[in-house]
């Protein structure tokens, strides 16, 4: 095991002062919201963090003194927290109040680990979606369209910089826990640990808090973000912008921007997917006979569309190329022309007796087919 007071960089004879200085110097220099992403670096924390711990009580490092690392074997040491007990348990007790004091540095590095764990976490929680909506007309959901769209998030403080403290300072350990973020309660060969009430479990405390964020690191503004709204997209299409989101928690990454259109129904066109659906109106004389008919096309002009001879109600006739684009790059889909027969609610005496000639010499039964 290598000793502790190596560790700090201490002689045996070190005034608690000595080992206090040393002890923040090396904690300031390793903890692990400074060191992100550096395992060695939370290692030799917690190797500081573990010898610290025991060399300040002066009770325990009189008997830590009198015995030194002879009661450990192994090459666990406090590096890698795994001590073990060269003897039997049951011969604890006979070297006084020994068990409360292994037993709590057992624990006191174990929660070392835990609260290390917590505290990546936390560096690395991701920030918030967040979700806004945007109204379109049916014409620019059709060709696409940029639009400027405000949105209020909470974002990184502009002053501290995400800190939380005052600029010109920065958090400091927390002098409850000692940067561990719990505090452990002994019992025996064990020992129970709480997050720090001082810190909240973060480790550091803020002493200056910014005066903008009151230490939280956070502000909330509204930023104003530059949208390219695609050709074709529907009520309800979902537009994905990535890192545009809340910022994220002790430096972690943004979240996202999750922009919902909400289109104006056509009084004209259906969707259905790409494919666009019209009612095209015509007279039964125009169905019977057959006739080209002028329909109008989403773009705003108008195309010609041949009504073939003896054409039913509810007919669907097909022009290729003419309906909505495809968000996939896909070209379009199509549009569609349901016939929609129009029966005269009123009619003059020429008409009147146009049809009644037409009844007289009509051939078929319409209910002769559907009833028979």
């Known amino acids: 095991m290598k000793d502790l007071y190596e560790i700090l960089g201490v002689s045996k004879g070190a005034s608690q002062d000595e080992i206090k200085k040393a002890y923040r110097k090396l904690a300031r220099k390793y903890h692990p919201d400074k060191n992100p992403g550096d395992t060695e670096a939370e290692e030799r924390f917690k190797?500081?963090?573990?010898?610290?711990?025991?060399?300040?009580?002066?009770a325990k490092r009189k008997q830590y003194d009198q015995l030194g690392s002879r009661v450990f074997s192994g090459a666990g040491g406090p590096r890698g927290g795994n001590y073990q007990w060269s003897g039997n348990v049951g011969d604890l007790g006979d070297l006084g109040d020994l068990s409360?004091?292994?037993?709590g540095l057992f624990d006191n590095f174990g929660a070392g680990r835990r609260?290390?764990?917590?505290?990546?976490?936390?560096?690395?929680?991701r920030g918030r979606d967040v979700e806004v909506a945007v109204n379109l007309s049916f014409e620019d959901a059709l060709k696409g369209v940029t639009m400027k769209i405000p949105v209020e998030l909470e974002t990184t403080c502009s002053v501290c910089k995400g800190s939380g403290a005052e600029p010109g300072t920065s958090p400091t350990i927390c002098p409850e826990c000692r940067g561990r973020g719990v505090i452990s309660e002994s019992q025996g060969l064990f020992a129970l640990s709480t997050p720090c009430p001082r810190c909240g479990g973060n480790g550091t405390v803020i002493e200056q808090p910014c005066r903008i964020c009151?230490?939280?690191g956070r502000e909330r503004r509204t930023k104003r973000y530059t949208v390219k709204i695609p050709?074709?997209?529907?009520?309800?299409?979902?537009?994905r912008l990535k890192g545009k989101g809340e910022a994220g928690h002790a430096g972690g990454p943004h979240g996202d921007l999750i922009v919902t259109t909400r289109v104006t129904p056509s009084p004209l066109f259906r969707r259905r997917g790409a494919d666009l659906v019209i009612d095209v109106p015509v007279t039964y004389a125009e169905a019977?006979?057959?006739?080209?008919?002028?329909?109008p096309t989403p773009d705003g002009g108008r195309i010609s569309l041949k009504v073939p001879p003896g054409s039913q109600d509810g007919k669907l006739l097909k022009v290729k190329g003419r309906g909505a684009p495809k968000l996939n790059g896909g070209g379009k889909g199509d549009l569609l022309a349901r016939l929609r027969v129009v029966v005269p609610t009123k009619l003059t005496k020429a008409e009147r007796e146009a049809l009644e000639n037409l009844q007289k010499v009509s051939r078929e039964d319409p209910r002769e087919k559907v009833f028979s």
């Open 231 to 239: 050709a074709g997209v529907k009520d309800g299409t979902q537009i």
């Open 214 to 216: 009151k230490g939280t």
């Open 288 to 295: 019977a006979l057959g006739a080209t008919v002028e329909v």
């Open 100 to 103: 409360d004091l292994f037993g």
């Open 115 to 125: 609260t290390t764990a917590t505290r990546s976490r936390q560096r690395g929680e």
């Open 47 to 58: 190797e500081v963090q573990g010898a610290y711990d025991l060399l300040s009580d002066p």
